[in-house]
């Protein structure tokens, strides 16, 4: 039995169409590829296409008895957002950073003193697998209440070969058990354990020895990430840890130029990266250098709210001819949301993006962030069914009523989940 669903009637049908074999970058960025009074028509759940509605009726009128319908007259349709920057799987919060930080104290000093990073890990370390999946469970179904589909989830509390493997295979779990599809990646290179503060080059040669390979032979992640920040990773060890993860085939990531600039972007542009990540002091090199080298920038800008920080220069990004996608960074520390609407909220009000380009942002450029651009982030035949319908008369007012969950119903793979 096949099984069909018509989605009818969308106000406005956003499909993002045309940017699978690249990013969108400049104008393509306000390229919606948007139906008015639009339909879509799914099978198996995969889409068959969209188009004017009047145009899909007639096309697939054979189908129209048999199949699920849902009406989305008054609503918009758009593709199942994508998230490709979180650090899903975790134990514990950091609510009492959050106070001392509202008192002066910043988030490097509180990690350096052995809080921050270190606070995650030990709480990771302790927490058996069963308990980090009920924990990271639960933030995965807010994200797919707030219209996430796919999300790309690190690694980097484990900080051993051990914790870290169990990060990576909850994660794996998850992906297999949940309806929100997981992309994985290893961040062993997270931070220096503060038992080895005085010897990074010593752990530098775990991360590579010991637990590359062992990750890499599991099959456990795609890509290979790193937080190279003064204080934290040098950028020749993160340069050392990316190119050991490409012997291995695993696509180097990088959090690059978070709070002081550090050459992360042109190590990014250097290096091959897929993405580099958060991009709040980058310079203008290496800006020039991404756009060159064709790296997403993936602009957080959750992260600059809650740390109080700077916001990236998403505008001088596009306008130099970054691909730029954002992200929630969802984590306990530097970012506890998973709400990605919201993210588009503060990448128009807070970076000078427009409406479009944040939701081109969320997509398209995301799904190519995390490598998946040809299954999922816009509504074109073939890719995955994931739909997101919000109950909103046109996407401009997913920004202007901010701070409020939209979300009417979200199909995953062709099934309707949150209605
Ligand atoms: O992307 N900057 C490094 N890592 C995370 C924060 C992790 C944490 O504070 O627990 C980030 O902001
Ligand atoms: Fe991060």
Known sequence: MTQKMFITNAAQLITMAGSTDGPATREAMSQLNLIEDGSLFMEDGKIVEAGPDKEIREKYQEHFQSAEQIDATGKIVAPGLVDPHTHLVHAGTRENEYAMRLKGRTYMDIMQAGGGIHATTRATQQASHEQLYDESKKRLNQFLLHGVTTVEAKSGYGLTLEHELKQLEVAEQLN????????????????????????????????????????????????????????????????????????????????????????????????????????????????????????????LPGTAFFLMAEFAEARKMIDAGVAVALSTDANPGSSPTISLPFIMNLGCLKMGMTPEEVLTATTINAAHAIGCASEVGSLESGKKADVTIFDVPNYLTLSYKYGMNHVDTVVKAGIPLVR
Request: negative net charge; glycine residues 8%.
């Open 176 to 299: 297999n058990d949940h309806p929100v599809d997981l992309v994985s990646t290893f961040m062993g290179a997270h931070a220096i354990p503060m038992d080895e503060k005085n010897n990074p080059d010593k752990f530098v040669d775990r991360v590579i020895q010991e637990m590359l390979p062992e990750v890499a032979d599991k099959k456990l992640a795609v890509f290979n990430d790193v937080f190279c920040e003064r204080g934290v990773f040098t950028p020749e060890q993160s340069r050392r840890v990316l190119e050991a993860g490409k012997e291995y085939g695993l696509i180097p990531k990088i959090h690059a130029d978070e709070i002081e600039p550090y050459e992360g972007a042109e190590l990014a542009a250097s290096i091959g990266a897929i993405s580099a990540d958060h991009l709040l002091k980058a310079s203008e090199n290496g800006i020039k250098k991404m756009a060159e080298a064709g790296v997403v920038g993936v602009l």
